[in-house]
């Protein structure tokens, strides 16, 4: 059951209008931001919520047991803080979230309404929606190893093992459809499924996979935040299809090798016995 203090449940039996809504959001890099829809700054737990954010909750509904809350946030693009750019970047995935009932003349007299974090968001020119997703949500994400034939590892991670030197390259021309022509790159190494950051130009430290590789042309899988020039740089670690035979031919890491290439087909596993087939008990062939 949820405690109000003495002091909010008198303003709300009161019927007074002085109640409004406060947002914490907490970045992964440890940044807080405060926000309200009052029209004037308040100050509590050390944060400032500004007014004026564009910020509007839809209703909040909350379950007993494990089922996880759901929620939604609209606001309007009117604050430096919260950017198209900095949407687009990242820099507000899976950051962390408080609302917060608040009567705005004694802002000491509040409660706790939700705790989550952020997930999908949408974005546009002047507005965004922002799924918020409630602590339970993280009871619904799928754990343990997959059984798969393709390994489950990312090449270069620690379970894979393989030591990885990007290869540095610089865009020399753009084609339509998000293709680039590149130099410096090895011309027999395989990018595609690789990943590309950028080091200089608009996108620096952003990443993007890559799609396809051949010869002096690359392609991504998706554009980065900011428009590609002629002349950026960046570093690329070729890609894997994550079969077992590119483990052992291309990379010779077949002893970590994370996945299971040996499990039965739906082919076997809907096989029967035949006239035509030998069933002797002897090895299939």
Known sequence: MRHIPA?????LDSGVTTLCHCWRL????GTALGFTDHDRPLAFDGLTFTPNAGLDAGALQSATGLAPDNIEVIGALTTDA???TALERGRFDDAEVDIFRVDWSAPSSRILLFRGSIGETTRGPLAFTAELRGMAHRLDQPQG??????????LGDARCGVTLTPAQGIVTAIAPYGALTV??????AAFAHGLLT???GANAAQSSPIREHAG?????????PDPIAVGDRFGA?????KHADTCRDTFANIANFRGFPHMPGDDWMTSHPGDATPNDGGALR
Do not use: F, M, N
């Open 7 to 11: 002091p909010l449940q008198a303003a």
């Open 26 to 29: 907490t970045l992964t890099d």
């Open 82 to 84: 919260i950017s198209e």
């Open 145 to 154: 190893r997959a059984y798969l034939p393709r390994c489950a590892a990312d």
């Open 183 to 188: 130099t410096g790159l090895p011309p027999d």
């Open 198 to 200: 950028w080091t200089t």
């Open 216 to 224: 002096d042309r690359l392609t991504l899988w998706s554009p980065p």
């Open 237 to 241: 670690i070729r890609g894997c299809d």
